[in-house]
């Protein structure tokens, strides 16, 4: 009580024996605690802990509860000034952050948004890209053969891509349309077991864009563009480590393990590759000369096999055991 009250300790004492004594006449209280007692007795009158003529110790609820909601709408008015003047700090202070700067702070969607394009879009060489959950497919914009891909000439841009997707993202259902398209771009993929750092675009080893909180914290959109210099190249580190942990999600063939050998054929591979690059059970049927139920029985087959219940987790299965 003393640090927020203000009462002090012989405020504090004085209290605790009006509490176990009842009200006490202030002449009393002065021979048991000195001349110090008739300020004390003040300053507990004045937070409302004693009322009365004796003082008459007053149940602490009735007496700090006000005082508990008045510091909590102090509370509430600081925080919301602190945003304000985060805000405004980072309004006026774009210019050593902005543009030209080597460290940009992206608050708003849009902007983030336009960012993210002119990332994998305007990118000539290469692009690296941690996928993380939660999931958002690639839009129509990000399509293969999309004018904002195209060089000058007309010519459409191509360069390569690198994409590490964690399980969890193929635990979703909707991780597929994503992977549809990421396949279609001619991308390599390749999934890790464990959960990723951080989402992650890296264009042309000389920018990255990644979130400015770590993952949980409640502030999911703010993100930090980084151009060029030391910072770019820690973020090469981290992607190059993932990837050499992470499972190709190609198919080879030649590459199954032993124990998988004479469970899982060509059919069954070829069927796996078309569920990565998004296509139907129909159009499946269709591209390999084969009946829809022959393929719902391999798939249902190589579920059994792999011990799991849906498609995406299948995949990740087979990427970590049958393909190379």
């Known amino acids: 009580m003393k640090?927020?009250?203000?009462?002090?300790?012989?405020?504090?004492?004085?209290?605790?024996?009006?509490?176990?004594?009842?009200?006490?006449?202030?002449?009393d209280l002065e021979r048991i605690s000195g001349p110090e007692v008739e300020d004390a007795i003040t300053r507990l009158r004045d937070v409302g802990l004693v009322v009365?003529?004796?003082?008459?110790?007053?149940?602490?609820d009735y007496a700090l509860k006000p005082l508990v909601a008045t510091a909590e709408a102090s509370l509430t008015r600081l925080r919301t000034q602190a945003t304000e003047l985060r805000d405004l700090y980072d309004s006026k202070t774009a210019a050593t952050r902005g543009p030209n700067a080597p460290v940009e702070v992206l608050t708003s969607r849009q902007r983030i948004g336009e960012t993210l394009d002119d990332l994998t879009l305007g990118a000539h060489r290469e692009v690296l890209h941690?996928?993380?959950?939660?999931?958002?497919?690639?839009?129509?914009?990000?399509?293969?053969?999309?004018?904002?891909r195209r060089n000058p000439d007309g010519t459409v841009r191509r360069p390569r891509r690198r994409f590490i997707y964690e399980k969890a993202v193929l635990q979703n259902e909707a991780a597929m349309a994503g992977l549809h398209n990421v396949v279609a771009l001619g991308a390599d993929v390749?999934?890790?077991?464990?959960?990723?750092?951080?989402?992650?675009?890296?264009?042309?080893?000389?920018?990255?864009?990644v979130p400015r909180f770590p993952r949980g914290f409640s502030d999911q959109v703010s993100s930090l563009l980084i151009?060029?210099?030391?910072?770019?190249?820690?973020?090469?580190?981290?992607?190059?480590?993932?990837?050499?942990?992470?499972?190709?999600l190609e198919a080879d063939y030649n590459g199954f393990g032993p124990a998988a050998a004479s469970a899982i054929d060509e059919q069954d591979m070829a069927i796996l590759q078309h569920i990565i690059a998004g296509q139907t059970d129909d159009s499946m049927a269709r591209l390999m000369g084969t009946s829809k139920s022959t393929i719902l029985r391999?798939?249902?087959?190589?579920?059994?096999?792999?011990g799991v219940d849906t498609r995406p987790a299948l995949?990740?299965?087979?990427?970590?055991?049958?393909?190379?």
């Open 190 to 209: 390749r999934v890790v077991a464990k959960d990723l750092p951080f989402k992650l675009v890296i264009s042309d080893r000389e920018r990255a864009l």
């Open 3 to 27: 640090s927020g009250l203000g009462i002090g300790e012989v405020g504090e004492r004085l209290y605790h024996y009006l509490v176990e004594h009842g009200p006490t006449p202030a002449t």
């Open 227 to 248: 151009r060029g210099g030391a910072l770019v190249e820690c973020m090469l580190v981290v992607f190059e480590h993932y990837w050499s942990e992470a499972t190709p």
């Open 298 to 306: 391999r798939v249902k087959r190589m579920r059994e096999l792999a």
């Open 130 to 148: 941690f996928v993380t959950a939660p999931f958002a497919p690639l839009t129509v914009l990000h399509a293969p053969g999309d004018p904002a």
């Open 52 to 60: 009365g003529e004796p003082p008459t110790a007053r149940h602490p």
């Open 315 to 324: 995949i990740f299965h087979a990427a970590r055991n049958w393909m190379s």
